[in-house]
T-cell receptor, first 112, second 113 residues
């Protein structure tokens, strides 16, 4: 079955710096890769996603890149702000009613 | 307001005492699922449901039961809870399957003594 590895487990940056979180997946049939942000005491919330027919997607300060050959995808946050501090999860799925498999999470701390 | 509601939010109980965590969504979503979140392990799927009366096992179903008698509700049942089920639980729903954004509840923290 699918296995998703996520690194780093913790990431500390200064406000205004960029942050990059990386994930690798094992199932070459996976074709959907969402990223979720979990704030303290809340459930995860989708922030951006990418499908396998696209190499990069941007939404303001957030971007995701996908390398299907290497089975690798990354989340990039530019101009980080303290409110970006949270736990971020990557995930992968074959779609339909197939499982959504999550990575182990990255705790991002943005210091003012 | 579109939301997924879980109850209770916190529960401390003892081994062997049956408990139910309720989950309700008001978005007319077809797909619902349960996850548990443990430190260092991320979110792991327990059970999912594609529609009313259709459920299937996820990665860690042992010790859990679910039912989907109505579209909006998807309760998680622990018939005989054990300490290794101490965890943070999330219910999620989506319009149709895992290619859609998953809408998560705010979680239920269970402690089994």
């Amino acid at each position: 079955g699918e296995n998703v590895e996520q690194h780093p487990s913790t990431l500390s940056v200064q406000e205004g710096d960029s942050a990059v979180i990386k994930c690798t997946y094992s199932d070459s049939a996976s074709n959907y890769f969402p990223w979720y942000k979990q704030e303290l005491g809340k459930g995860p919330q989708l922030i951006i996603d990418i499908r396998s027919n696209v190499g990069e997607k941007k939404d303001q300060r957030i971007a995701v890149t996908l390398n299907k050959t290497a089975k690798h995808f990354s989340l990039h946050i530019t101009e980080t702000q303290p409110e970006d501090s949270a736990v971020y999860f990557c995930a992968a799925s074959r779609g339909g009613f197939q499982k959504l498999v999550f990575g182990t999470g990255t705790r991002l701390l943005v210091s003012p | 307001e579109a939301q997924v509601t879980q109850n209770p939010r916190y529960l401390i109980t003892v081994t062997g005492k049956k408990l139910t965590v309720t989950c309700s969504q008001n978005m007319n979503h077809e797909y619902m699922s349960w996850y548990r979140q443990d430190p260092g392990l991320g979110l792991r799927q327990i059970y999912y449901s594609m529609n009313v009366e259709v459920t299937d096992k996820g990665d860690v179903p042992e010790g859990y039961k679910v039912s989907r008698k109505e579209k909006r509700n998807f309760p998680l049942i622990l018939e005989s809870p054990s300490p290794n089920q101490t965890s943070l639980y999330f219910c999620a729903s989506s319009l149709g399957g895992t290619l859609e954004p998953q809408h998560f509840g705010d979680g239920t923290r269970l402690s089994i003594l």
